[in-house]
């Protein structure tokens, strides 16, 4: 079995990966290495990667079929499964996303089949701002208290993306009939377990939870507001300052991410993600 040259980043999440060039041509051998390590670490750090759309659409279709987002007007022209989270304008128009995900969430949890995972790419970030932070969902779960754990684990959660959209993304355009159509409130649990390892994860993306299944949204929102809290705390994350070149993969399964803010007015952010497509939450 192929041993990857990593160095972590914290001792519970995160690696960086060195001595691997992403562009180029992977052995079957790394590429399950590179898997299995995204798996158990939920972060991998590639610096200097010198990627074009393509060769960055074709090492991530190595995980699964891609996504195509919901916010078609955001991804690359003639590549749709490229999504563009930017605060640059061109001809008076967002080529991006823009002012959002500052909150802690994992990518597509909204969806029936929430995406296993992202792989991010820094074209252009402002120096000592606009960083990602990450936090284990694994780590998080294991600190749970046992009874809160063994609690949570009998529970799912209602995720509306619609819903949260109109309380929330005031600066966007309002979603179309068909966006709407295509996104309806889904149920996941509320403890998962990883799909390639079997470990047991917390798995709650708290910004479009509208309610624990069975729970009212009044009855929800403090237990929510207390996990998220505890989640989300110094003791299970990651920051990641970006460097142009730099990729990042990261398990939607077992993390929460947000960015951090900068100077949205005066510096540019450019960042390619492509998202893999997911499978059915099991408990
Ligand atoms: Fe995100």
């Not at 939920?42 to 190595?62: C, G, K, M």
């Not at 699964?64 to 991804?75: R, Y």
């Not at 355009?173 to 470990?199: A, K, Y």
């Not at 003791?235 to 929460?256: E, K, M, Q």
Request: aromatic share 10%; proline share 6%.
């Amino acid at each position: 079995m192929t041993d990857l040259n990593l160095t972590e980043l914290t001792p519970f999440i995160g690696a960086e990966v060195h001595d691997v060039n992403l562009g180029a041509p992977m052995s079957d051998e790394t590429f399950t290495a590179v898997k299995r390590a995204v798996a158990e670490r939920s972060v991998l750090l590639f610096r200097d990667q010198d990627l074009t759309p393509q060769s960055h659409i074709d090492f991530s279709s190595r995980f699964g079929a891609l996504e195509k987002h919901v916010l078609q007007d955001f991804c690359l022209d003639g590549h749709p499964e490229i999504f563009v989270v930017s605060n640059i304008m061109e001809n008076g128009k967002h080529i991006g996303a823009f002012g959002g995900s500052k909150e802690y969430h994992s990518d597509l949890a909204y969806i029936s089949e929430p995406s296993k995972g992202s792989v991010f790419r820094c074209l252009e970030c402002p120096d000592g701002e606009g960083e990602t932070e990450f936090v284990s969902l694994f780590a998080a779960h294991d600190a749970l208290p046992a009874e809160k754990r063994a609690w949570l684990a009998e529970q799912s959660a209602v995720y509306d993306y619609v819903w949260d959209y109109s309380r929330r993304q005031t600066q966007r355009p309002p979603l179309s009939d068909e966006q709407i159509h295509n996104t309806p409130p889904v149920t996941h649990p509320c403890v998962r377990s990883h799909p390639e390892t079997g470990r047991k994860t917390l798995f709650l993306s708290p910004i479009w939870i509208r309610n624990f299944e069975g729970m009212s949204e009044e009855d929800s929102a403090p237990i929510l507001k207390e996990l998220t809290d505890f989640a989300t705390g110094p003791d299970f994350s990651y920051r990641h300052s970006w460097r142009a070149g730099d990729v990042l993969i990261w398990d939607n399964r077992s993390t929460l991410h947000k960015a951090c803010p900068f100077d949205e007015e005066n510096s540019r952010r450019l960042m390619h993600r492509t998202t893999i497509t997911g499978e059915q939450t099991v408990r």
